[in-house]
């Protein structure tokens, strides 16, 4: 069966400070992986998404980039956090191909304080 | 532009009652649309999903019923219990067919349901 784990579960990083949260799936090959955020009063909002090796695309221009550097890792970054950074922090996986009619199977999360 | 709307905050319902979630859509391109319940701390989980070819889809204590001229679905969750009470939020996409990619889900802002004992 597959699993997708995201680590850390909490992290609290003053601004200015660069950030890295990882994911990583088991269980299957070539995975779409996906990095949403939550923001307090707000729906879960896409960041990045790729269906690939390298293949990066972005739902939302901010200072916040992502990599994919193996087949089923995943990689959220920021050189430099803002306060408004801060949020609940879900990677996301769904079958390759099935763009559209697959749910998404979300891992549990990295609540992220930028002090 | 949000496209996918969840205009209830939140909302309690009476253990053992029915509880009734609404989310509203906008983008007519959307065919394919689901459900997730979220726990604090917890990443979302997938609870029932529905296409547009069909008007209600059941597993269990939970239906989601689609009115596609409506723009609109629900979900109803009967009888309700305490383990019930989380945040729950709808979603939506284009079918592979309809010319959906891989660019993930529209999610609205959710509903926190309180199961009253």
């Known amino acids: 069966s597959q699993t997708i784990h995201q680590w850390p579960a909490t992290l609290v990083q003053p601004v200015g400070s660069p950030l890295s949260l990882e994911c990583t799936v088991e269980?299957?090959?070539?995975?779409?992986l996906y990095w949403y955020r939550q923001a307090a009063g707000r729906g879960l909002q896409l960041l990045f998404y790729?269906?690939?090796?390298?293949?990066i695309s972005s739902e939302v221009p901010q200072n916040l980039s992502a990599s994919r550097p193996q087949d089923r890792q995943f990689i959220l970054s920021s050189k430099k956090l803002l306060l408004s950074d801060s949020g609940f922090y879900l990677c996301a996986w769904m079958p390759t191909g099935r763009g559209g009619n697959s749910p998404l199977h979300f891992g549990n999360g990295t609540r992220l304080t930028v002090t | 532009d949000q496209q996918v709307k969840q205009n209830s905050p939140s909302l309690s319902v009476q253990e053992g009652r029915i509880s009734i979630l609404n989310c509203d859509y906008t983008n007519s391109m959307f065919d394919y649309f689901l459900w997730y319940k979220k726990y604090p701390a917890e990443g979302p989980t997938f609870l029932i999903s529905i296409s547009s070819i069909k008007d209600k889809n059941e597993d269990g204590r939970f239906t989601v019923f689609l009115n596609k001229s409506a723009k609109h679905l629900s979900l109803h969750i009967v009888p309700s219990q305490p383990g019930d009470s989380a945040v729950y939020f709808c979603a939506a996409s284009r079918m592979w067919y309809s010319g959906g990619g891989a660019d993930g889900l529209t999610f609205g802002k959710g509903t926190h349901l309180i199961i009253q004992p």
């Open positions: 790729s269906v690939g090796i390298g293949q």
């Open positions: 269980g299957t090959s070539n995975p779409n």
